[in-house]
């Protein structure tokens, strides 16, 4: 056993036989390696809002697939997404499966899951206490889109056809003065009633990945994070122009 202290925290490294550390890890074939973290308090995006250039939320309508959600958060982590917001009846980012698929992201975003106990302090208990929180946050209303499969963004609504939004046509970092939410439906079902019926009421868009004809959908993980880094690199051309700009004020 073998113990070393970074920042003031202790990490105890123990030597195991195969049989052992198989057991531990809970798959036939492990990488030798296994770890006992403690599963960090649930994220408050409205206790330390430092001002960004351009936050960004990705939202989680009941996501059920384990191995989805955890590549959703290693791109969030790729992607430097501020947060994870996990609507009730959502996969648990700690499922063994979603923890394996996220590569060590599970312990880099921050992650709110609603269905969990220790959220209820955060007073949320319908899709419009999202809409305030995300507020809370400099993402208006306006600035939170919902993915749809198709491009009337008519998906699991009823009501007129509503237009969406191809994702390269969004401006994801607000032109710097605000953030943006994307919101992921669940795997088959789509979005929840809640979500389709603010978007019926246009208090948020629909945003959709056009493809091939003939291809009637992308992987829930495949999907966000396509939009995520496109998010991305429009997030880089802001900050470049914003570096040449003041490289131009200062000559």
């Given at each position: 056993?073998?113990?070393?202290?970074?920042?003031?925290?202790?990490?105890?490294?123990?030597?195991?036989?195969?049989?052992?550390?198989?057991?531990?890890?809970?798959?036939?074939?492990?990488?030798?390696?296994?770890?006992?973290?403690?599963?960090?308090e649930?994220?408050?995006?409205?206790?330390?809002?430092?001002?960004?250039?351009?936050s960004?939320?990705?939202?989680?309508?009941?996501?059920?697939?384990?191995?989805?959600?955890?590549?959703?958060?290693?791109?969030?982590?790729?992607?430097?997404?501020?947060?994870?917001?996990?609507?009730?009846?959502?996969?648990?980012?700690?499922?063994?499966?979603?923890?394996?698929?996220?590569?060590?992201?599970?312990?880099?975003?921050?992650?709110l899951?609603?269905g969990d106990?220790?959220?209820?302090?955060?007073?949320?208990?319908?899709?419009?206490?999202?809409?305030?929180?995300?507020?809370?946050?400099?993402?208006?209303?306006?600035?939170?889109?919902?993915?749809?499969?198709?491009?009337?963004?008519?998906?699991?609504?009823?009501?007129?056809?509503?237009?969406?939004?191809?994702?390269?046509?969004?401006?994801?970092?607000?032109?710097?003065?605000?953030?943006?939410?994307?919101?992921?439906?669940?795997?088959?079902?789509?979005?929840?009633?809640?979500?389709?019926?603010?978007?019926q009421?246009?208090?948020?868009?629909?945003?959709?990945?056009?493809?091939?004809?003939?291809?009637?959908?992308?992987?829930?993980?495949?999907?966000?994070s396509?939009?995520?880094?496109?998010?991305?690199?429009?997030?880089?051309?802001?900050?470049?122009?914003?570096?040449?700009d003041?490289?131009?004020?200062?000559?």
């Amino acid at each position: 056993s073998i113990e070393r202290k970074d920042n003031n925290e202790r990490c105890s490294i123990n030597v195991g036989n195969e049989k052992v550390v198989e057991a531990c890890a809970g798959t036939v074939t492990t990488q030798g390696v296994v770890a006992l973290m403690q599963i960090p308090e649930p994220f408050d995006p409205t206790s330390d809002l430092k001002e960004r250039l351009s936050s960004f939320y990705l939202i989680l309508d009941g996501l059920a697939d384990p191995g989805n959600v955890g590549t959703l958060l290693r791109s969030c982590a790729a992607a430097n997404v501020d947060g994870l917001i996990l609507l009730p009846d959502s996969c648990d980012v700690f499922n063994p499966k979603a923890v394996r698929s996220a590569m060590g992201a599970t312990f880099r975003v921050p992650v709110l899951d609603l269905g969990d106990s220790r959220a209820s302090k955060m007073n949320v208990s319908n899709f419009d206490d999202i809409l305030f929180l995300m507020k809370q946050c400099g993402v208006t209303s306006n600035r939170v889109f919902a993915s749809t499969m198709e491009e009337s963004g008519s998906h699991r609504t009823a009501g007129p056809l509503l237009q969406s939004i191809p994702y390269y046509n969004v401006d994801w970092v607000g032109n710097q003065t605000g953030g943006a939410a994307l919101i992921l439906g669940k795997e088959g079902e789509g979005l929840r009633e809640e979500v389709c019926n603010s978007i019926q009421q246009g208090l948020i868009s629909t945003v959709h990945v056009p493809m091939a004809h003939g291809t009637e959908s992308l992987n829930a993980a495949i999907c966000g994070s396509v939009i995520m880094f496109e998010r991305m690199r429009q997030l880089h051309l802001l900050r470049n122009e914003m570096r040449d700009d003041s490289a131009k004020e200062e000559s």
